[in-house]
T-cell receptor, first 112, second 112 residues
Framework: RKEVEQDPGPFNVPEGATVAFNCTYSNSASQSFFWYRQDCRKEPKLLMSVYSSGNEDGRFTAQLNRASQYISLLIRDSKLSDSATYLCVVIYTMEYGNKLVFGAGTILRVKS | GAGVSQSPRYKVAKRGQDVALRCDPISGHVSLFWYQQALGQGPEFLTYFQNEAQLDKSGLPSDRFFAERPEGSVSTLKIQRTQQEDSAVYLC??????????FGQGTRLTVV
């Protein structure tokens, strides 16, 4: 089993739709959680951090459920420009420092 | 520049050739990561440096892969006797703590 698992999609949604992605992680000692966005042939870029209390940034809401070991990303009022691959990232605290582990990504396609 | 810089951006190598990929992290970032990203997949961890110390190389796929960061800044990922399965985008990221990791644009390696 992979350390971080995501539904690969693709999620095909119309503009204005609400869409949610989940990500599960296997190591309960995970320290920090993030969602990154990756556009085609570009490098991943931080979208938002994920906190236990949940956090919102405009149309994006991230949630963390430590008990069930999953994180989620909700996108409201989808725009064409939201089309990308969304990567779930978990940071593990190792003896020597931190290690970032990525999920395989969820593809979102927003269509007009 | 202020970001992570990788070179070359594109590399075509003949099977059996050795290649060297360079990463220039953000100044002052102690953590440096190398990832391999195959088409349609999320980034897969290769190795991690904290300053000049290579603390985790568990993701290197074979002994043909070697990474170094001798002075704690610039890092080089070397692949010896390249094989077709080495074709991928190689991403470098640097980070200062448990927060955001910044990625370079990657080196797209094609082995022919």
């Amino acid at each position: 089993r992979k350390e971080v698992e995501q539904d690969p999609g693709p999620f095909n949604v119309p503009e204005g739709a609400t869409v949610a992605f989940n990500c599960t992680y296997s190591n309960s000692a995970s320290q920090s959680f993030f969602w990154y966005r990756q556009d085609c042939r570009k490098e991943p870029k931080l979208l938002m951090s994920v906190y236990s209390s949940g956090n919102e940034d405009g149309r994006f809401t991230a949630q963390l459920n430590r008990a069930s070991q999953y994180i989620s990303l909700l996108i409201r009022d989808s725009k064409l420009s939201d089309s990308a691959t969304y990567l779930c990232v978990v940071i593990y605290t190792m003896e020597y420092g931190n290690k970032l582990v990525f999920g395989a990504g969820t593809i979102l396609r927003v269509k007009s | 520049g202020a970001g992570v810089s990788q070179s070359p951006r594109y590399k075509v190598a003949k099977r059996g050739q050795d290649v060297a990929l360079r990463c220039d992290p953000i100044s002052g970032h102690v953590s440096l990561f190398w990832y391999q990203q195959a088409l349609g997949q999320g980034p897969e961890f290769l190795t991690y440096f904290q300053n000049e110390a290579q603390l985790d190389k568990s993701g290197l796929p074979s002994d043909r892969f070697f990474a170094e960061r001798p002075e704690g800044s610039v890092s080089t990922l070397k692949i010896q006797r390249t094989q077709q399965e080495d074709s991928a985008v190689y991403l470098c990221a640097s980070s200062s703590s448990y927060t955001e990791a910044f990625f370079g644009q990657g080196t797209r390696l094609t082995v022919v």
